[in-house]
């Protein structure tokens, strides 16, 4: 099985800031990978699949690079409405899996 | 509208069966994957499973968590799909959302706000 490490599991900023999270796969998965932003007590939403495909409405402060098994999500210049925790998912194989997550906490 | 709504959720004991449903609107779910997602409380996102497309015959993945307790089907009449879930643990309390596979994207584009199963004596 994948599994997928994400760092930092959490992390305070302030809004500006410009944030950075990691998503490590335990073997390679090419570009098969998944970025969603999840607020607290809704479902999640994807903003970037294909490790740096930005979806229709996500706003281009969001960008995705990666492949392989190392892959990171760019917040540049946060804004108050982006704190939320953020998963990764890896879907080059079954089961399919996702990241621990990362917590986005206003500093 | 096009969105998933789940259902069925609920207190059970453990050792016990429930099933959930995820009734589909403004698509036709058997013309695309589907899965099923939970998470426990202050926890992580969990892949549950997934139940493929009528063209592919419904044939089904699950998580090894799953495997053998869990079967996923579908009610091509209903535009549903259901999680039946036996032999259920205390590990098993989570929200259980239901999602729709992007095709040949996979990824999720469609989430419904979850069911809350709590398993507890």
Redesign the interface.
């Known amino acids: 099985d994948i599994q997928m490490t994400q760092s930092p599991s959490s992390l305070s900023a302030s809004v500006g800031d410009r944030v950075t999270i990691t998503c490590r796969a335990s073997q390679g998965i090419t570009n098969s990978l998944a970025w969603y932003q999840q607020l607290p007590g809704k479902a999640p939403k994807c903003l970037i699949d294909a490790a740096s495909n930005l979806h229709s409405g996500v706003p281009s402060r969001f960008s995705g690079s990666g492949s392989g098994t190392d892959f990171t999500l760019t917040i540049n210049s946060l804004q108050p409405e982006d704190f939320a925790t953020y998963y990764c998912q890896q879907y080059k194989d079954y089961p399919v899996s996702f990241g621990g997550g990362t917590r986005v906490e206003i500093k | 509208e096009v969105q998933v709504v789940e259902s069925g959720g609920g207190l059970v004991q453990p050792g016990g069966s429930l099933r959930l449903s995820c009734a589909a609107s403004g698509f036709s779910s058997s013309d695309v994957y589907m ?1 099923w ?1 939970r998470q426990a409380p202050g926890k ?4 549950v499973g ?1 139940v493929r497309a009528k063209r592919n015959d419904y044939s089904t ?4 968590s799953a495997k053998g307790r869990f079967t996923i089907s579908r009610d091509e009449s209903r535009n549903s799909l259901f999680l039946q879930m036996n032999s259920l643990h205390t590990d098993d309390t989570a929200v259980y ?1 239901c999602a729709r596979v ?1 095709t040949s ?5 469609l ?4 069911t809350l199963v709590t398993v507890s004596s």
């Open positions: 899965d997602v992580g996102l969990e892949w997934r993945q699950y998580a090894a959302y992007v994207k996979w990824y999720l584009d989430w419904g706000r979850g």
